[in-house]
């Protein structure tokens, strides 16, 4: 997928195994063990964060959790009930951002819109930062109405620190509505000691799991129908020290014993042993048809009577009947759903089936007709899978090809190359498709240098190709592919070559692909900052949407459409934009409503320029609302974007601050080029603090010399280094170089760009004295606003910005000017609170400083003497301290410490 759909589209979720989410039913007859059922409520009912059971395999942890979920709701304080959720863990699961996708699937079958924005945030090509989204979710699960009960289930698969930590952070951060327990055949990497010294851990050890002799008795007489002595049921007891499943293999294998005195005293040795030993007892009871089922089924992770009878080869409806008397017969299956369609083995039944099974001649046939069985039902993963264990690696290789197109729609890339990292290197490089695949999964991972090997590789292979028919497509999307990286690493000149490449290569009837390469063309037009031709760009890729029966690529399109004409300073025409997007999703249902998450928040800001605090409340809303269950790759990032320009109007400038990280943090690479870098705008803000000791580490980062050439990429940067020297009384070149950044942006008709040189020209003018330059760019700047109603641009200037404003109205009272009207509504909003829905009151404003005592107080701000200043700006030092009289008393403050202070609570810095 390439910049739509990697930047300005929705992604479709992760497919979930429905079945690793069902809560095993108790099983009838089974040994009641309320005495563990008190104990698990016990550390429930005090508010303990974890629960672990920790105990070797076969000791009852599963059955236990099932009997104590399907009692009666277990009361939390005066509150309501527990609702109880179930993860199945298996080896599959050490990937990070599927544990944490299932984990936020599990708490949804309780709570359904619980962590939806959690969960769509990890459907990126790129894993993204991890703490924000584990925030987001703790502050969701902290606001729920209901209490929770997590059980993961055998979290001894997790093979992960980095899943270790993920679950470390969420313990720690627990809030009181959610319980987690933890079933494991070993200890986990958490931090146990920590928990048990504070009292938030409740354990239940192999010690507690293990049968009483009384309910050794009740199992082995009343469940299994033994009818053993109390003599012999102790001896049993004990000889298996109460280990649950030690018991039942004993009783299976006693069910045809006449001397059973005599086998329980030939009973002896370790857990294995007596295992090993059992089972082959309990397998030569079964009659040879059932130990044959058994054994060659042990292959299947999961199991239905369709792929039983596939496997085995074997008539329909006799591996569904085999599997429901085995259940009956209690010999260690285990019911995965409600309708008893799928099983599986207990775990240490299938371990030791399979240990017998060995290697057999057919095995590889069984494993290749389970691969064909589950590739005929739609399930590549366990299709390849089998086909790998077979040893088939060339139908491994072309189920990969297969599964790619899935996948990558549902941003599994990373998950889609550890398939194919287990073929030989052999049968990679013999299939060219595979091996642009795999260039396309690494340019999704944010690797082009990888993704280029893998792009060279395919050209190999498909040179040794006898026949190229088949391949007609391929050599374009490999261009294509390039394209993409180049623009990735900001290689303009190679975007352009191998998009144009592309074009020549796509056939005239893929329209798609032909789009994804117009539009990675056109795009290279907005780092050059050319944005009227990236606006015609994505403008005909959202017809060819249209045209190809793909309106929601279109309606996620929108906003970028809307990005552009905001540059251009076309801010009604942006209005319009998305509204007419928002219309399009209305009519297109669910689906297509679901990504407008960026729709809302990019009205929200721009009503928030205009100064319209309800409808930038009512549409913030919406966003968010909408943010919690969107797919969109790039939410996280532009949502906190967002909230720290909305602090940045408040006055929050350290909760801003605080934002910009973590949009920081969420960021994923794509090739948007990047005109406001978050450093940058932290720079910003710490002008705005008045911290210039902060804003001079962010120009010695970047440098400090100012270009010869100005490019559009780099404004944002230019303009901010103009403050800061401004902010130094540092002049030189500043004049130049604020001409030269707008000579460019009016040739490019970017009128929003323009905006800001002018308001940048008009403090630097102010800050030189300049007062005659200063006006004249304030008054171009309100003619270019006026019409589109520009409010929070001026506003969020502070101090300095009004006084311009009030001084260009000064000058043009008793004048029918045109910008009266305009000047004055900016006025009032300057002395106005923001936008109640979002910001705080500010302090009321003193009386106006002159431009002369804001240069001074500046001065003073950054550490200066009075003898300094006077130097500086070559004043006698009697009329510095003229001006600092002056400014205490307009500050009414009482010496310089304080009128920094002050000056700084009023944005006067």
């Given at each position: 997928?390439f910049?739509?759909?990697?930047?300005?589209?929705y992604?479709?979720?992760?497919?979930?195994?429905a079945?690793k989410?069902?809560?095993?039913p108790p099983?009838?007859?089974?040994?009641s063990?309320?005495?563990?059922?008190?104990?698990?409520?016990?550390?429930?009912?005090t508010?303990?964060?974890?629960?672990?059971?920790?105990?070797?395999?076969?000791?009852g942890?599963?059955?236990?959790?099932?009997?104590?979920?399907?009692?009666?709701?277990?009361?939390?304080?005066?509150?309501?009930?527990?609702?109880?959720?179930?993860?199945?863990i298996?080896?599959?699961?050490?990937?990070?951002?599927?544990?944490?996708?299932?984990?936020?699937?599990?708490?949804?079958?309780?709570?359904?819109?619980?962590?939806?924005g959690?969960?769509?945030?990890?459907?990126?090509?790129?894993?993204?930062?991890?703490?924000?989204?584990?925030?987001?979710?703790?502050?969701?699960?902290?606001a729920?109405?209901?209490?929770?009960?997590?059980?993961?289930?055998?979290?001894?698969?997790?093979?992960s620190p980095?899943?270790?930590?993920?679950?470390?952070?969420?313990?720690d951060?627990?809030?009181?509505?959610?319980?987690?327990?933890?079933?494991?055949r070993?200890?986990?990497?958490?931090?146990?000691?920590?928990?048990?010294?504070?009292?938030?851990?409740?354990?239940?050890?192999?010690?507690?799991?293990?049968?009483?002799?009384?309910?050794?008795?009740?199992?082995?007489n009343?469940?299994?129908?033994?009818?053993?002595?109390?003599?012999?049921?102790?001896?049993?007891?004990?000889?298996?020290?109460?280990?649950?499943?030690?018991?039942?293999?004993?009783?299976?294998?006693?069910q045809?014993?006449?001397?059973?005195?005599?086998f329980?005293?030939?009973?002896?040795?370790?857990?294995?042993?007596?295992?090993?030993?059992l089972?082959?007892?309990?397998?030569?009871?079964?009659?040879?048809?059932?130990?044959?089922?058994?054994?060659?089924?042990?292959?299947?992770?999961?199991?239905?009577?369709?792929?039983?009878?596939?496997?085995?080869?074997?008539?329909?409806?006799?591996?569904?009947?085999t599997?429901?008397?085995?259940?009956?017969?209690?010999?260690?299956?285990?019911?995965?759903?409600?309708?008893?369609?799928?099983?599986?083995?207990?775990?240490?039944?299938?371990d030791?089936?399979?240990q017998?099974l060995?290697?057999?001649?057919?095995?590889?046939?069984?494993?290749?007709?389970?691969?064909?069985?589950?590739?005929?039902?739609?399930?590549?993963?366990?299709?390849?899978?089998?086909?790998?264990?077979?040893?088939?690696?060339?139908?491994?290789?072309?189920?990969?090809?297969?599964?790619?197109?899935?996948?990558?729609?549902?941003?599994?890339?990373?998950?889609?190359?550890?398939?194919?990292?287990?073929?030989?290197?052999?049968?990679?490089?013999?299939?060219?498709?595979?091996?642009?695949?795999?260039?396309?999964?690494?340019?999704?991972?944010?690797?082009?240098?990888?993704?280029?090997?893998?792009?060279?590789?395919?050209?190999r292979?498909?040179?040794?190709?006898?026949?190229?028919?088949?391949?007609?497509?391929?050599s374009?999307?490999?261009?294509?592919?390039?394209?993409?990286?180049?623009?990735?690493?900001?290689?303009?000149?190679?975007?352009?070559?191998?998009?144009?490449?592309?074009?020549?290569?796509?056939?005239?009837?893929?329209?798609y692909?032909?789009?994804?390469?117009?539009?990675?063309?056109?795009?290279?037009?907005?780092?050059?900052?050319?944005?009227?031709?990236?606006?015609?760009a994505?403008?005909?890729?959202?017809?060819?949407?249209?045209?190809i029966?793909?309106?929601?690529?279109?309606?996620a399109?929108?906003?970028?459409?809307?990005?552009?004409?905001?540059?251009?300073?076309?801010?009604?025409?942006?209005?319009?934009?998305?509204?007419?997007?928002?219309?399009?999703?209305?009519?297109?249902?669910?689906?297509?409503?679901?990504?407008?998450?960026?729709?809302?928040?990019?009205l929200?800001?721009?009503?928030?320029?205009?100064?319209?605090?309800e409808?930038?409340?009512?549409?913030?809303?919406?966003?968010?609302?909408?943010?919690?269950?969107?797919?969109?790759?790039?939410?996280?990032h532009?949502?906190?974007?967002?909230?720290?320009r909305?602090?940045?109007?408040?006055?929050?400038?350290?909760?801003?601050?605080?934002?910009?990280?973590e949009?920081?943090?969420?960021?994923?690479?794509?090739?948007?080029?990047?005109?406001?870098?978050?450093?940058?705008?932290?720079a910003?803000?710490?002008?705005?603090?008045?911290?210039?000791?902060?804003?001079?580490?962010?120009?010695?980062?970047?440098?400090?010399?100012i270009?010869?050439?100005?490019?559009?990429?780099?404004?944002?940067?230019?303009?901010?280094?103009?403050?800061?020297?401004?902010?130094?009384?540092?002049?030189?070149?500043?004049?130049?170089?604020?001409e030269?950044?707008?000579?460019?942006?009016e040739?490019?008709?970017?009128m929003?760009?323009?905006l800001?040189?002018?308001?940048?020209?008009?403090?630097?003018?102010?800050?030189?004295?300049?007062?005659?330059?200063?006006?004249?760019?304030?008054?171009?700047?309100?003619?270019?606003?006026?019409?589109?109603?520009?409010?929070?641009?001026?506003?969020?200037?502070?101090?300095?910005?009004?006084?311009?404003?009030?001084?260009f109205?000064?000058?043009?009272?008793?004048?029918?000017?045109?910008?009266?009207?305009?000047?004055?509504?900016?006025?009032a909003?300057?002395?106005?609170?923001?936008?109640?829905?979002?910001?705080?009151?500010?302090s009321?404003?003193?009386?106006?400083?002159?431009?002369?005592?804001?240069?001074?107080?500046?001065?003073?701000?950054?550490?200066?003497?009075?003898?300094?200043?006077?130097?500086?700006?070559?004043?006698?030092?009697?009329?510095?301290?003229?001006?600092?009289?002056?400014?205490?008393d307009?500050?009414?403050?009482?010496?310089?410490?304080?009128?920094?202070?002050?000056?700084?609570?009023?944005?006067?810095?």
């Open positions: 997928m910049f739509i759909e990697n930047t300005y589209n992604c479709m979720s992760a497919p979930i195994l079945t989410l069902y809560i095993p099983r009838p007859g089974l040994v063990r309320l005495r563990l059922v008190v104990r698990l409520n016990e550390g429930l009912a508010g303990r964060k974890l629960t672990l059971i920790s105990a070797s395999a076969g000791s942890k599963t059955t236990l959790l099932s009997e104590w979920i399907a009692l009666p709701p277990r009361p939390v304080g005066d509150g309501p009930g527990v609702r109880a959720c179930w993860l199945s298996d080896e599959t699961d050490s990937d990070p951002g599927r544990f944490l996708a299932y984990f936020i699937a599990a708490l949804q079958t309780a709570a359904p819109n619980l962590g939806a959690a969960l769509a945030a990890l459907q990126t090509p790129q894993l993204p930062p991890l703490v924000p989204i584990l925030t987001s979710l703790l502050n969701e699960i902290g729920c109405p209901e209490h929770l009960v997590l059980v993961l289930d055998d979290y001894h698969a997790i093979d980095e899943i270790d930590a993920v679950l470390t952070f969420l313990i951060h627990l809030p009181p509505q959610l319980h987690i327990v933890i079933s494991s070993e200890d986990p990497n958490l931090p146990l000691a920590r928990l048990r010294v504070r009292g938030q851990l409740s354990e239940l050890r192999a010690a507690d799991l293990r049968f009483t002799p009384i309910e050794a008795a009740e199992f082995l009343q469940v299994m129908g033994l009818n053993l002595s109390e003599a012999d049921v102790t001896t049993l007891e004990a000889r298996t020290e109460g280990w649950i499943a030690g018991l039942q293999l004993a009783a299976l294998a006693m045809a014993e006449k001397d059973t005195a005599g329980i005293q030939a009973f002896t040795g370790s857990h294995r042993f007596v295992l090993d030993y089972l082959e007892e309990v397998l030569q009871r079964q009659p040879p048809d059932i130990q044959d089922f058994l054994l060659r089924t042990s292959i299947l992770n999961r199991l239905c009577g369709p792929l039983c009878d596939a496997v085995l080869d074997a008539l329909p409806g006799s591996g569904q009947e599997l429901e008397s085995l259940e009956q017969a209690n010999l260690f299956i285990i019911p995965l759903d409600n309708e008893r369609r799928w099983y599986r083995y207990h775990h240490l039944f299938a030791l089936l399979l017998r060995g290697n057999p001649p057919d095995f590889p046939e069984l494993h290749l007709r389970a691969s064909q069985w589950y590739e005929n039902h739609g399930d590549l993963a366990e299709a390849f899978h089998h086909a790998h264990v077979a040893g088939d690696s060339e139908r491994a290789g072309g189920l990969a090809e297969a599964a790619w197109p899935v996948m990558a729609d549902s941003f599994q890339s990373a998950a889609w190359v550890g398939w194919v990292k287990k073929l030989p290197e052999m049968v990679v490089l013999a299939r060219p498709e595979l091996c642009h695949q795999l260039g396309r999964a690494f340019s999704d991972l944010g690797e082009p240098e990888t993704s280029e090997f893998h792009l060279q590789n395919a050209e292979a498909l040179d040794r190709v006898p026949s190229q028919a088949g391949f007609a497509p391929l374009g999307n490999i261009a294509l592919t390039r394209a993409y990286n180049a623009q990735v690493q900001g290689i303009l000149t190679d975007t352009v070559k191998y998009a144009e490449l592309a074009l020549q290569l796509i056939p005239e009837d893929d329209v692909h032909r789009a994804q390469a117009v539009i990675t063309l056109e795009f290279t037009h907005w780092a050059s900052g050319d944005l009227e031709s990236s606006l015609h994505i403008r005909a890729w959202m017809a060819d949407m249209h045209k029966g793909n309106p929601v690529f279109a309606i399109s929108a906003f970028a459409e809307a990005d552009l004409l905001v540059i251009l300073g076309r801010l009604h025409e942006a209005i319009r934009a998305y509204q007419q997007a928002l219309k399009l999703a209305t009519e297109h249902g669910a689906e297509a409503q679901q990504i407008t998450a960026h729709h809302h928040l990019g929200a800001l721009i009503y928030h320029e205009l100064g319209d605090s409808s930038t409340a009512m549409h913030l809303q919406t966003a968010a609302d909408l943010g919690k269950r969107t797919t969109l790759v790039d939410w996280l532009r949502w906190k974007l967002a909230q720290a909305f602090k940045e109007s408040a006055g929050e400038w350290e909760a801003a601050l605080e934002l910009l990280e949009a920081k943090r969420g960021y994923v690479k794509n090739p948007v080029p990047i005109t406001h870098p978050v450093e940058t705008l932290k910003r803000i710490y002008l705005k603090q008045g911290r210039l000791d902060k804003a001079r580490e962010w120009v010695k980062e970047r440098g400090d010399s270009p010869d050439e100005v490019s559009y990429v780099a404004e944002f940067d230019m303009l901010t280094l103009v403050r800061v020297l401004l902010a130094e009384g540092s002049f030189n070149g500043v004049d130049d170089l604020l030269r950044l707008r000579t460019l942006a040739a490019q008709n970017r929003g760009s323009v800001e040189i002018l308001l940048t020209e008009a403090l630097a003018h102010q800050a030189q004295g300049h007062a005659l330059q200063a006006l004249a760019a304030i008054e171009r700047a309100l003619t270019l606003a006026k019409p589109e109603g520009y409010l929070r641009t001026f506003v969020n200037e502070g101090e300095a910005m009004r006084l311009l404003v009030s001084d109205r000064r000058k043009m009272d008793g004048h029918s000017h045109p910008l009266l009207a305009y000047a004055d509504k900016l006025l909003a300057f002395g106005s609170p923001s936008d109640s829905s979002i910001t705080t009151p500010q009321q404003l003193p009386d106006s400083l002159t431009p002369r005592e804001l240069e001074i107080l500046r001065l003073v701000a950054q550490g200066l003497s009075n003898t300094e200043i006077s130097q500086r700006l070559y004043l006698a030092l009697s009329t510095v301290k003229g001006h600092n009289l002056r400014i205490f307009k500050l009414q403050v009482q010496n310089r410490t304080e009128a920094v202070a002050r000056a700084r609570e009023l944005r006067l810095l």
